[in-house]
């Protein structure tokens, strides 16, 4: 294994989300900028529908005008002679239109008047360069005039009939609709509108629209305020309250330990200390008699009490280790190795007399080092194991270290599902995280198991 194969499973970077206490600049910037976001789709929205609702209102003002203006001022105006083969008297039948459309027809909204046959040709423009000239009707154009109805759609400036219109440099809505003249023919007139009457529609009900939503919004979010400002203190207390609840389980945890070692040691360790004195001496006196088959059965029976003495008060060390509070981090660290010791692998314990850590760093330290070799007992089959302590270094970091050459283990299948097996690894992960350490791991199946625990100043 080399240097970069360490990872961290517990460090300023790891602690779960879940597990972050809520902060109330964090969440009042995130309301503020999902607010943006809900106003900025509003505003988006409200634009796009304003604009289609103007769209919708502005082709049917055009179509009530263009028909009114149809009906009312182009139809009055036409005479037989704008057909007529007398081009004298076609062209003063065309100039007296022309007077009609300029003076009653054309304005800042109408900007462009057409009069055409069924057959595409201009009658009358007052681009008077586009009279005579013969285009192809659309479908549009041919559906007004034979379904007798007024049609609207946005011009189509790429249109060859259309080129004048382009020099404008603006969009067009045309509207058309058949109109008769005198001696019954079926001419379809035709009038172009500047756009611009869509565009302040558009701003008038978006500011309308708009504005009502937008406010409503606001409304609402001022609304819900108190809801979010107490369901977040809600949500702080219950946090609280885990963090006590887990605390008192740890401090209830070690006392049920200290109560289970206490009751052994007191009850069960000393009646076998008891046992072991009394069959000791009735082998003696076994012994003294001459019943030498009785003295070797008691002796071994008293070496078995004794091995079972042996196995309890290293049970009752794993269990709750005495010596951290009233010997010191070092000794405790030598009792957590005893189960190891008895179970024949090889331990070696590194830890200065007096290591510079306060009262709460030297139980992580301890916590972190217990949850380690019980893992190192439970599943690395090590034959040696090594618990050092050293610093502060450069950075001021109290190192702790255990090193087994054990079996390993899959890191990645671990961290993904640590409750089989090493849910403990979690729980003092949390702990480190959370006293601002970090606890970093080095392993692989067969290569052994490396734990270093970096404790700052």
Request: proline residues 4%.
């Amino acid at each position: 294994m080399t240097d970069d194969a360490w990872v961290s499973v517990a460090g300023a970077g790891t602690v779960r989300a879940s597990d972050q206490p809520l902060r109330w600049g964090r969440l009042v910037g995130g309301v503020v900028v999902l607010a943006l976001l809900v106003f900025a789709g509003v505003a988006a929205v409200s634009a796009v529908t304003a604009r289609r609702a103007a769209e919708r209102e502005a082709v049917n003002d055009a179509l009530a005008i263009t028909d009114v203006l149809g009906e009312s001022v182009m139809q009055p105006a036409l005479t037989d002679d704008l057909s007529s083969a007398d081009a004298t008297r076609r062209q003063a039948a065309l100039d007296q239109l022309d007077v009609t459309v300029r003076e009653r027809l054309l304005s800042d909204t109408i900007v462009r008047v057409k009069l055409w046959k069924p057959d595409g040709t201009i009658v009358y423009a007052d681009e008077s360069q586009l009279i005579g000239m013969r285009f192809a009707l659309d479908d549009e154009e041919i559906e007004a005039l034979d379904e007798r109805v007024t049609k609207a759609e946005i011009s189509d400036l790429s249109a060859p009939e259309n080129r004048f219109e382009r020099s404008n440099n603006r969009k067009l809505l045309e509207v058309y609709r058949p109109v008769w003249a005198p001696d019954g023919q079926t001419l379809l007139f035709e009038t172009y509108s500047a756009y611009d009457a869509v565009t302040a529609r558009t701003s008038q009900l978006w500011r309308g629209f708009g504005g009502i939503t937008l406010t409503s919004l606001l409304l609402l979010l001022v609304a819900q305020a108190p809801l979010t400002w107490a369901l977040v203190a809600r949500v702080r207390r219950a946090q609280a309250e885990r963090e006590a609840y887990l605390a008192r389980a740890v401090q209830a945890s070690d006392d049920e330990r200290r109560r289970i070692a206490a009751t052994l040691h007191d009850g069960a360790v000393q009646e076998l200390v008891g046992s072991a004195f009394l069959v000791a001496g009735v082998a003696d006196r076994a012994r003294a008699a001459g019943d030498g088959t009785a003295a070797q059965q008691l002796d071994l029976a008293a070496g078995s009490v004794r091995s079972s003495i042996g196995g309890l008060r290293s049970l009752l060390v794993d269990i709750y280790p005495p010596s951290l509070r009233s010997a010191g981090l070092r000794a405790a660290l030598t009792d957590l190795a005893a189960p190891l010791r008895a179970q024949g692998v090889g331990v070696l314990v590194e830890v200065p007399d007096e290591p510079e850590l306060t009262a709460e760093k030297e139980e992580l330290v301890f916590r972190v080092a217990q949850e380690c070799l019980r893992n190192i007992m439970k599943h690395a089959d090590a034959e040696n194991v090594r618990v050092g302590l050293h610093g502060p270094d450069e950075e001021g970091h109290t190192v702790l270290e255990l090193v087994d050459d054990g079996v390993g283990f899959d890191l990645g299948a671990v961290l993904a599902r640590p409750e089989e097996g090493h849910f403990g690894l979690r729980l003092v992960a949390d702990q480190a995280a959370a006293a601002g350490a970090e606890l970093r791991v080095r392993t692989a199946p067969g290569e052994g198991t490396s734990w270093r625990l970096e404790v700052p100043r």
